[in-house]
C-alpha cells in the first residue's frame, strides 16, 4: 500500500474530544490534502501527504497502517505524535480521561485499567496473523510484527517499531528500531531507541543475531553477530578489534557490519570483537506453531 491513503472507521468521544480511533477499511484516497471527517461515531481519514502528524486522527491512521503490516517501521513521518496524542486511561470499559477513570475507581465500579498511556495495546485493535504475544499490554498500537514472531512476557515493543519474523523477542525493541528474520533478543535485552533525547542513530538488527540476556546496544548490527550476555554496547564503546592485531576504535565505527561477536575479555575487561564464526539458528519447533 502507498500515499494517498483513506482510512474509514468508529471513533470513541466525549465532551472534550476524540479519546479513540479504530480504523477498519483502507482503500486508495481521492482527496488532495491530509483531512478528516466525522459523522457521528464514523470516521474517515485522508491521508494524502506524509507530513508531521497535526491531529488525532491522523495519528491514528499512521499506527494503524504500520501495525496492519503496510508499512514498515520509520517508513512514515511520525514526528509530533506525543503533542497530538493525549494520556487516556486504557480500561476494560473503553478508553476515558484519567480524571473520569479516577472518579470511578472506588471499589465498587469493576473498573479495571490496563494503562495510563498516550498509546493502546495494539491488539485492542489488531491481531496480525501468525503471531504469538505473552503480554499484550507490552505491544503498543504502531508495533508492527512479522509473522513468526513470538513476544514473551518480558519482551516489548514500542509503536514505529517491531520485527521482520520469524523473531524471538525477550527484551526490548525501542522506537525506531527494527529486528530482521530469524533474530533472538535474550531476557532483558534492550535496544537503543531515538526518543527521549539520547540516541540519534537508528538502530537496526540483522538477520540471524543473538542479543544475549541483559545486553543492549546503541550500534546497528548486520547479519550473524552476537553480543554477549550482559554486554551493552553504545556508540562511543571502545572495541578492540581482534582480528586487527588489537585495534582500538568507537564501537560505531563497526555500526551495521556483519558477522561479529562482541563480548567482554573476562581478564582486562576490555571490550572485545572478533568474527563470528557461528551461525545462530532460532528453534523450529517453537516458530512453526505460531
Known amino acids: 500500500?502507498?500515499?494517498?491513503?483513506?482510512?474509514?472507521?468508529?471513533?470513541?468521544?466525549?465532551?472534550k474530544g476524540i479519546l479513540s480511533i479504530h480504523y477498519s477499511n483502507f482503500s486508495e484516497s481521492e482527496g488532495?490534502?491530509?483531512?478528516?471527517?466525522?459523522?457521528?461515531?464514523?470516521?474517515?481519514?485522508?491521508?494524502?501527504?506524509d507530513t508531521p502528524i497535526e491531529?488525532?486522527?491522523t495519528a491514528f491512521l499512521k499506527l494503524h497502517l504500520i501495525s496492519h503490516r503496510y508499512f514498515k517501521p520509520n517508513a512514515l513521518n511520525m514526528n509530533n505524535i506525543f503533542n497530538v496524542l493525549e494520556t487516556?486511561?486504557?480500561?476494560?470499559?473503553?478508553?476515558?480521561?484519567?480524571?473520569?477513570a479516577e472518579k470511578l475507581v472506588d471499589g465498587t465500579s469493576n473498573l479495571k485499567i490496563f494503562s495510563l498511556d498516550k498509546f493502546p495495546p495494539m491488539t485492542d485493535y489488531i491481531i496480525p496473523s501468525n503471531v504469538r504475544i505473552a503480554d499484550t499490554s507490552r505491544v503498543r498500537l504502531g508495533a508492527y510484527l512479522g509473522k513468526g514472531t513470538t513476544i514473551m512476557h518480558e519482551g516489548f515493543v514500542n509503536y514505529n517499531a517491531g520485527t521482520e519474523g520469524p523473531n524471538m523477542i525477550e527484551g526490548r525493541i525501542s522506537a525506531g528500531v527494527f529486528v530482521n528474520?530469524?533474530?533472538?533478543?535474550?531476557?532483558?535485552?534492550?535496544?537503543?531507541?531515538?526518543?527521549?533525547?539520547?540516541n540519534k542513530e537508528v538502530i537496526s538488527i540483522g538477520e540471524r543475531c543473538l542479543l544475549g540476556a541483559n545486553a543492549g546496544i546503541g550500534i546497528s548490527l548486520g547479519n550473524d553477530c552476537t553480543v554477549e550476555a550482559g554486554l551493552y554496547i553504545t556508540a562511543g564503546t571502545k572495541v578492540t578489534v581482534l582480528e586487527e592485531k588489537g585495534k582500538v576504535v568507537k564501537a560505531i565505527e563497526l555500526s551495521g557490519k556483519d558477522a561479529i561477536l562482541y563480548f567482554r575479555d573476562s581478564l582486562s575487561g576490555k571490550v572485545c570483537a572478533k568474527p563470528n564464526k557461528s551461525k545462530f539458528k532460532l528453534n523450529k519447533v517453537l516458530h512453526d506453531n505460531n
Not at 487516556?88 to 480524571?99: F, K, L, V
Request: avoid cysteine.
Open 181 to 198: 528474520k530469524n533474530s533472538d533478543l535474550g531476557g532483558g535485552s534492550s535496544t537503543m531507541g531515538t526518543l527521549s533525547g539520547g
Open 55 to 57: 491531529d488525532i486522527p
Open 1 to 15: 500500500m502507498k500515499l494517498p491513503i483513506k482510512g474509514s472507521g468508529k471513533v470513541i468521544s466525549d465532551d
Open 88 to 100: 487516556i486511561a486504557w480500561t476494560n470499559q473503553g478508553p476515558m480521561r484519567p480524571e473520569v
Open 32 to 49: 488532495n490534502k491530509n483531512s478528516f471527517k466525522i459523522e457521528g461515531e464514523n470516521i474517515i481519514t485522508e491521508l494524502v501527504e
